[in-house]
T-cell receptor, first 113, second 116 residues
């Protein structure tokens, strides 16, 4: 079952603006990973954040994690048209579910040139 | 990271037939997984492909419908059996890679299946 909820479901912005996507989950996690998917193709791994981490950066990406609220956010700064894609969060609960990812419903991001 | 390939990249099949999807990784990995992404939906885990033993299926997925092989640490197949239009989806394999003590999961390009 899908435990992740993402909002917004769709986001439309202009090039150069920042894009923020949120993910909420229901159970405790070992880590949370963000992925990008272009036009129904394979998933590109963006960033992993562990349960004991609060923030991570990678280039124009900034991910935060609040385990008390069971939520994460992905910020893309200075967006580009090439960032247009669907973005998914996925949680790894660890333990007996180690390695098994549960995906959120995704956010469709459109960046207008 | 890992380079993961899948064959075929897409196929159109008739109802009642079966299709076998291959997943090849460029390095040995312990954990391999198969996911399904139905049209307009997110990804759902089908099963964990275990090397040397039967696959472990998630709730709602059974071996008779989705038999999986894992003959070695770099290769796996997923068969979609006795297909119906409801099986039209993108099927993706993934592998878990340990990088700098992080267990990241990487995905293949997917196989887009259409069942008529």
């Amino acid at each position: 079952s899908q435990q992740g909820e993402e909002d917004p479901q769709a986001l439309s912005i202009q090039e150069g603006e920042n894009a923020t996507m949120n993910c909420s989950y229901k159970t405790s996690i070992n880590n949370l990973q963000w992925y990008r998917q272009n036009s129904g193709r394979g998933l590109v791994h963006l960033i992993l954040i562990r349960s004991n981490e609060r923030e991570k950066h990678s280039g124009r990406l900034r991910v935060t994690l609040d385990t008390s609220k069971k939520s994460s956010s992905l910020l893309i700064t200075a967006s580009r048209a090439a960032d247009t894609a669907s973005y998914f969060c996925a949680t790894d609960a660890g333990g007996t579910s180690y390695g098994k990812l549960t995906f959120g419903q995704g956010t469709i991001l459109t960046v207008h040139p | 990271s890992a380079v993961i390939s899948q064959k075929p990249s897409r196929d159109i099949c008739q109802r009642g037939t079966s299709l076998t999807i291959q997943c090849q990784v460029d390095s040995q990995v312990t954990m391999m997984f198969w996911y399904r992404q139905q049209p307009g939906q997110s990804l759902t885990l089908i099963a964990t492909a275990n090397q040397g033993s039967e696959a472990t299926y998630e709730s709602g997925f059974v071996i008779d419908k989705f038999p999986i092989s894992r003959p070695n640490l770099t290769f796996s197949t997923l068969t979609v059996s006795n297909m119906s239009p409801e099986d039209s989806s993108i099927y993706l394999c993934s592998v878990e890679i340990w990088e700098s003590s992080y267990n990241e999961q990487f995905f293949g390009p997917g196989t887009r299946l259409t069942v008529l």
